[in-house]
């Protein structure tokens, strides 16, 4: 029920609180062109890295960052280059030496298979309704959209692809779990195999809600 994903999407950010994982999320009371859009996000995806500075999740040179975008990527639609643009003026060259390289790559149902992705769905539709309602949500780490953030870099940063994983034959949600633990996107035409390294992979996992809840998937 609408409630229920209330209560729990509240929950949820109170979780989050008590641990070392980073977001951002931009909201705007105009309807923002495909430029602001693409401007919120790319300092969205600045802010969540940055954010992990200073509750130590992350440090300067921290290793490569992936921005996982839901959805097929429209090579022909004015967002798809604004992003592309604004996240290359977003993150920049100096951002990328000191703090981490970032890489932008399009994933079909990323929701479905990135659990950050799904945590993130469920956190913009609690704000979204929240702001809907006249309510705002009370966060430190939600912004209101600024203008002064439009800044295309001069070269629009490229389009990564994740490395592709053949999903196990009569195994979807295994597979998705594969494809999230290994890094890995499944491709839209896969081709099913029998070799499952399920098990081997959930068995290095340390944290143990994680592992049990995996494991119960079975």
Known sequence: TPEGRENRASA?????????????????????SKEEQAAAAAMAIKKSITHGLSTGAVSHGCGE??????????????????????LSGCCDSSFQ???????????QEADLTY????????IAGYIRDKYADNEAVEHDWIYEFD????????????????DEFSPVR?????SRVIAWLTGRGIPRDP???GRDPYQD??????????YEYLMGLE
Do not use: F, M
Request: proline content about 7%.
């Open 147 to 162: 203008q002064s953030w439009i800044d295309p870099g001069p070269q629009a940063d490229p389009v990564y692809r994740l």
């Open 65 to 86: 960052t992936v921005a996982v975008h839901d959805g097929v990527r429209d090579t022909y639609s004015d967002y798809s280059k604004d992003l592309r643009k604004q």
């Open 115 to 122: 659990p950050q992705s799904t945590a993130a769905d469920y």
């Open 191 to 193: 081709q099913p195999t």
């Open 201 to 210: 992979l959930v068995d290095e996992i340390e944290n143990e809600i994680v």
């Open 97 to 107: 030496r000191s703090i981490c390289p970032v890489y932008l790559t399009y994933l």
């Open 170 to 174: 009569e195994a979807e949600v295994r």
């Open 12 to 32: 949820l950010l109170e979780d989050l609180h008590d641990t070392q994982i980073t977001w951002a999320a931009i909201v705007s009371q105009s309807n923002p």
